[in-house]
């Protein structure tokens, strides 16, 4: 089985993308979709209504979105592996820009929305950084001037990125990403890595406590002065 | 062929496929520098999509089953990929610029991404040529979200000129931004660029070198003015110039009450 993680921030198209990756991929493969999102999402239950595929969600509630979908990424490939599928598709709920959800075995893609302004990449730190394939949307709304500048921001944070833009909702542009996802290899499960070192400190400010004040929590801590970072607790 | 090169000599549209599956009718539609072009038909005839054709460079990989080809050619990856090696500008009423930056800056920005020497300079020179196609002229200084819409796409359309140097600028009903549209196409031809005008406005359709005509998705014919419309085109280029007079005094709040004995000049 193959393994392509799709993060981005919100609105910036990711589901579209999936969309028309799903569209292709179903010509000749089958396909298992995975949605991870905070408090809602119903990519899930329209991409099963379109495709007829198996698609899964789950809400990360008061755990960073991202820390839940590197806990459930395990369980996750075997319940794809268990549908058959040659194919899953991972799509984060794209909000923490301090970590990124892509591993080693796998295809990471970032979705970024032309119209969300030509910093944004810099912005984003290993969200763009450590992804293969950086997928700009939106192109047809902005103009030559700043899609190009786009594309160089984009190129300053990884110079090898490979770019396609693509009007997701049309479908131009989507045979570039094909070609990517066509030479992929299949996943080892046990040697699958994350990329990048999450800092996701399972601290009490991650579960949900809301005290303020280092005093009144355990796991990483910080304190303003002197501010290295401190593990409390076992 | 080599991507850096950009010696466009023809632009060469090969047909597709009608919605009953029949071949479409025409041999090719060639597009040469220097040369206008307008694409007219009804809502829904399939105009949008042969713009993206040849902004895609169509190899029978759109709906359409078109292909366009450059100097007789498919043309490099990277003339379909990388913005800035795109031989196309494109221009069309969704198009914005977003960035919260003067002018001046918005402009540099570009230049800078390019790799162009004398940003200043390259500028000025844009904005000269903004100020060309619109009445109100744009300041370095003022603010890019702050321009009016044919301040815009007058803009746009200048970058596309100077700044990206692309040989062909495909412009998608941009006649209602108000510009004027026969100095962007003596433009153009003074500058060896090639437009393709996507167009409801029968002055600009006429005045084009080439008019291809869609119907039902498919190029229905291209029509290839013969001089026979000349006399025609006349009257309708002195009615225009006749209602620029009157748009003029309407927008600065004057009576068009003695416009008629203006009318004589606009001959």
Redesign the interface.
């Known amino acids: 089985m193959k393994l392509l993680i799709i993060a981005g921030p919100p609105s910036a198209g990711k589901t579209t993308v999936a969309r028309q990756v799903i569209r292709h991929l179903l010509l000749k493969s089958k396909v298992s979709y995975f949605k991870i999102d905070v408090v809602r999402a119903f990519e899930d239950e329209e991409l099963k209504k379109e495709f007829g595929i198996p698609t899964r969600k789950v809400y990360s509630g008061d755990l960073c979105p991202d820390h839940t979908g590197i806990m459930v990424l395990g369980d996750a490939i075997d319940w794809a592996e268990k549908n058959g599928s040659d194919f899953l598709i991972m799509e984060s709920a794209g909000l923490c820009l301090r970590c990124s959800p892509y591993t080693t075995e796998g295809l990471g893609i970032v979705v970024l929305s032309a119209i969300s302004g030509t910093n944004t990449p810099l912005k984003m730190g290993p969200m763009v950084s450590l992804a293969d394939v950086a997928v700009v949307t939106k192109i047809d709304l902005i103009s030559q001037a700043e899609r190009e500048v786009f594309r160089e921001k984009i190129k300053e944070v990884s110079k090898s990125m490979d770019i396609v833009e693509m009007n997701a909702v049309q479908g131009t542009g989507v045979q570039y990403l094909m070609r990517t996802i066509d030479s992929l290899s299949d996943i080892d499960k046990d040697k699958i890595e994350l990329r990048g070192m999450a800092p996701l400190g399972v601290c009490t400010v991650c579960i949900g406590k809301k005290d303020i004040g280092w005093q009144n929590h355990f796991g990483v801590i910080r304190k303003l002065d002197g501010a290295d970072y401190l593990y409390r607790g076992d | 062929m080599d991507p850096e090169d950009i010696d466009i000599r023809e632009i060469r549209i090969l047909p597709g496929t009608k919605k009953n599956g029949e071949k479409e009718g025409y041999d090719n539609i060639v597009i040469v520098p220097g040369e206008t072009i307008s694409i007219v038909g009804p809502t829904g005839s399939g105009k949008s999509a042969l713009i993206?054709d040849i902004e895609?460079f169509a190899r029978k990989?759109?709906v359409t089953g078109r292909t366009v080809l450059v100097n007789g050619a498919h043309p490099p990856e990277e003339y379909v990929?990388?913005?800035?090696k795109k031989p196309i500008?494109?221009?069309?009423q969704?198009?914005?610029?977003?960035?919260d930056l003067p002018v001046s800056e918005?402009?540099e920005?570009?230049i800078k991404?390019?790799k162009m020497g004398d940003v200043e300079d390259v500028a000025l020179k844009t904005i000269e040529l903004a100020n060309e196609f619109v009445g109100e002229k744009i300041s370095g200084d003022v603010k890019i979200t702050g321009l009016s819409g044919g301040q815009t796409r007058a803009l746009?359309i200048a970058?596309?000129v100077v700044?990206?140097n692309?040989p062909i600028i495909l412009l998608d009903e941009v006649e209602n931004a108000g510009i004027y549209k026969d100095k962007v196409i003596e433009c153009v031809k003074r500058f060896r660029k090639a437009v393709v005008f996507v167009t409801h406005d029968p002055l600009i359709s006429l005045m084009c070198d080439k008019r291809v005509v869609m119907s039902n998705g498919a190029v229905e014919k291209v029509i290839k003015p013969n001089g026979e419309e000349k006399s025609t085109l006349k009257e309708i280029m002195q009615t225009d110039r006749r209602i620029d007079i009157v748009r003029e005094k309407i927008r600065s709040g004057e009576s068009i009450a003695d416009c008629w004995q203006l009318f004589g000049q606009a001959c």
Do not use: E, G, V, Y
């Open positions: 993206n895609m990989d759109t990929r990388d913005p800035s500008a494109s221009i069309t969704n198009t914005k610029c977003l960035a918005f402009l920005m570009h991404a390019r746009m970058d596309a700044i990206s692309s």
